[in-house]
């Protein structure tokens, strides 16, 4: 019997790729829209250029509110009905937003598909922490990671595609599509990581006492609002990049490529973090990327203010470049390292940790995308802002220790 569970068991190798294949959705979910954004505007008669950014804020406060839920449910019935039900969620609210024929709808929809497609996220790093711990599992999730940072890199070209020869409503149906073959892949070569008698029962009590635990553990906490601080800065580029790639600079279609490349940058990080990690350590890498990231706002916002607010489109993309391979950096070390003393309550903590660090993005991002004026300046402030926030709250992390 336990030969027989080998030889089914999916290899590293593909139990990378599954994992990142269900993370990215969120991805995929989030940047094949925004080339689209603009004509949904338009066809849903919505007044405010900046408003339009609410399709993708709507999303993560659905990933907020969803890992609560799922992860919970995964330490009861196992990981993977809540991957089932999550997934479910998230094809219903794409197929709303097909149908949707006001800009209400389409916020339900999106709200619908970011709760279903945080079963995934939430899970996902359950998964991880079922199998692995420490370093290996910061190796781990930075390989996730650098698949996972493919689609980024695509999904604005696809979008752009199929808004050009269908229409942006073409785009939630291939977002069905893909859940459906993700759901089919994952149920026929995961196995189940969770045995029974490792599960807990669904209760408020439960999730209320997990919270008091990882509230009072200060690595748990810290590492989890500094990743909040840092998915904020990076929700607030996603808001504002259409705006300021396609109307501010002026570059149309080409949008999706510049977007890729900055992507890239992410991919290449989380891919030298997977050795880095093993020499120098997560904290060590944490520190160092903060203060780069730091630096290279405060510089930056300089050029920007001489600039009139908006610096050459080639100083821009080397700032955003090297600012997104810190953040390639920090992804992966700060959940690691939030989920490193939870290893005992592995699936209600990552639910936790993934929920309460989208909460405190989501006003983040929203708030640095809402400020958009037509420059970059409020990008590149709230970025600076974030990465000082975040090397507080580290320094109070290690004044603990």
Request: proline share 5%; hydrophobic share 55%; aromatic share 10%.
């Amino acid at each position: 019997m336990i030969t027989t569970r080998q030889k089914t068991e999916p290899s590293q190798a593909e139990f990378v790729i599954i994992l990142s294949l269900m993370m990215s959705l969120t991805a995929l979910a989030t940047d094949a829209m925004l080339p689209a954004l603009p004509q949904i505007g338009a066809d849903l008669q919505v007044q405010s250029a900046n408003n339009r950014q609410l399709v993708v804020s709507s999303l993560f406060l659905g990933l907020a509110v969803g890992q609560l839920f799922f992860g919970p449910l995964s330490d009861k019935t196992g990981r993977k009905p809540a991957i089932y039900g999550g997934l479910s969620v998230f094809v219903i609210g794409s197929l709303i937003s097909v149908f949707s024929f006001s800009f209400p709808m389409m916020l339900v929809g999106r709200l619908l598909q970011g709760t279903g497609v945080s079963s995934p996220r939430a899970v996902g790093l359950a998964l991880v922490r079922d199998r692995f711990e420490g370093r290996a599992m910061a190796r781990i999730m930075s390989f996730v990671t650098t698949v996972f940072i493919l689609v980024p890199m695509i999904a604005p070209s696809m979008g752009q595609a199929l808004l050009l020869f269908t229409g942006w409503r073409s785009i939630f149906g291939a977002f069905v599509l893909l859940a459906i073959i993700t759901l089919l892949w994952f149920g026929l070569r995961m196995p189940e990581t969770l045995a029974p008698e490792d599960r807990a029962p669904f209760s408020l009590q439960r999730i209320l006492s997990a919270m008091g635990e990882i509230f009072r553990t200060r690595p748990a906490l810290g590492f989890t609002v500094t990743a909040g601080f840092i998915s904020g800065a990076h929700l607030g580029y996603l808001n504002s990049s259409q705006q300021i790639f396609q109307e501010e600079y002026g570059l149309g279609d080409l949008f999706p490529i510049y977007f890729a490349i900055i992507a890239l940058s992410i991919g290449l990080a989380s891919f030298l973090n997977a050795r880095m990690v093993m020499r120098f350590g997560m904290h060590f890498l944490v520190r160092w990327a903060l203060i780069i990231m730091l630096g290279l706002a405060i510089s930056s916002a300089s050029v920007a203010l001489i600039a009139g607010g908006q610096p050459p489109l080639w100083f821009l993309m080397i700032y955003l470049m090297t600012t997104f391979f810190t953040v390639g950096i920090l992804f992966g070390n700060q959940n690691a390292l939030a989920m490193e003393p939870l290893g005992r309550i592995a699936g209600i903590g990552a639910a936790v940790v993934g929920s309460l660090s989208t909460f405190i993005s989501v006003p983040i991002g929203t708030l640095i995308g809402q400020s958009y004026n037509g420059t970059v300046l409020p990008l590149v402030i709230g970025m600076a802002t974030m990465a000082g926030l975040s090397l507080i709250v580290l320094h109070w992390i290690e004044s603990g220790s």
